[in-house]
């Protein structure tokens, strides 16, 4: 599959290549060799303290919340059986899922759009995440107990990205070409979901219904051991192309020289983003819009080129967490799945990137 190979924006234009070597490196031996960027730093454990400060508010608030002078004692197994039923059993789960999928979710955006070289090159924009929805759906209904619900979401997002790769006629490099594409697939995507779930499973359809727009509600700890294991299996490859990934951005040429492979470095990218997104939809449904926007709100806070993949990892599960704060306790999204909150902000943000872009003509 091609995804284009065009030198980097500022190489075409001219222009002073990225400082990809700013900042003091921080060694452990042989082994480790990692750049420490302060504004980036900073801007990671505002993210952390942030996330801290909502997953302590999503435990505590609420007729069922845990008292804040108690949580601790609970976290330890000395609290009361309610307060233990409400943390093992209700919310846990419910946050271990959320910070899990929304970092799956960032990571995954933020190797699509810097391999691509689209800002609109999202998984849930170009119809992966509606793929994956689709065959976590076929699988859990009419394969129940034959087939993994995370392999059947796996193999319906990489049947979408290979579709959506086809019809445009030049892989994943046209922003224009890529999303009107990615409409279809998605489209079609969820109109086989809606089929399975309407003709194949009538009688669960009311619980199925909030699945396939996005739901964390009724998680398990088998759930969240589902996407965080997926993400620790992850973590080595993602540290190996990170700094690759940096290099493409360069330019195939200069990434070549360096020793980057850019052709392998990208299809290796879009393989583990497929698997992430198919990881967090198997969990948690297609929720939109998070991987479109944490890659690039993580890139404008840190001002650092690049996929930023821990700080986009940082802000996906601070969205997802604030996402589904909102729809359990703001009147105007309580009771909603939190996925069609996502879409709702996140379309805005989408006609704001399509705007921008039909600007500059990259339309």
Do not use: C
């Amino acid at each position: 599959m091609s995804v284009g190979t065009r030198p980097h924006r500022s190489m075409r234009a001219g222009r002073k290549a990225p400082r990809w070597n700013s900042g003091p490196v921080l060694r452990l031996g042989s082994v480790l060799s990692l750049r420490v960027r302060p504004r980036t730093l900073t801007v990671g454990a505002l993210s952390i303290t942030v996330l801290v400060g909502l997953a302590v508010t999503t435990l505590v608030l609420g007729d069922m919340g845990i008292p804040l002078n108690r949580l601790w004692s609970v976290s330890t197994g000395a609290g009361k059986a309610t307060e233990s039923f409400v943390l093992e059993r209700l919310r846990g789960p419910r946050l271990a899922v959320a910070i899990g999928t929304g970092a799956a979710l960032g990571i995954a955006g933020a190797l699509f759009q810097s391999v691509t070289r689209n800002p609109l090159g999202s998984p849930d924009v170009i119809g992966l995440g509606a793929g994956a929805g689709a065959g976590a759906a076929l699988v859990a209904l009419v394969l129940p107990g034959v087939v993994p619900v995370p392999l059947g979401a796996l193999a319906g997002a990489g049947l979408a990205v290979i579709l959506v790769a086809t019809v445009t006629g030049t892989g994943l490099r046209h922003p224009g070409r890529v999303i009107v594409a990615g409409i279809g697939v998605a489209a079609m995507a969820q109109a086989f979901t809606h089929l399975v779930v309407s003709v194949m499973a009538r009688d669960r359809a009311a619980v199925l219904a909030s699945y396939v727009n996005g739901s964390l509600g009724a998680r398990s700890w088998e759930h969240a051991a589902t996407v965080w294991g997926i993400l620790l299996l992850m973590v080595p490859l993602l540290a190996v192309l990170a700094g690759r990934i940096r290099a493409a951005e360069m330019g195939d040429a200069i990434a070549a020289g360096l020793g980057a492979a850019p052709e392998t470095t990208r299809v290796a990218a879009i393989v583990v983003s497929v698997v992430l997104t198919a990881a967090a939809v198997s969990v948690a449904g297609p929720i939109a819009f998070v991987s479109l926007t944490a890659p690039q709100i993580a890139r404008r806070l840190s001002g650092v080129p690049g996929p930023n993949l821990a700080l986009s990892a940082l802000v996906g599960s601070v969205l997802l967490v604030a996402a589904d704060l909102a729809v359990q306790h703001v009147p105007v999204g309580e009771g909603l799945p939190v996925g069609i909150f996502t879409m709702a902000l996140g379309g805005a943000y989408l006609g704001y990137l399509l705007v921008r872009e039909w600007r500059r003509g990259a339309l």
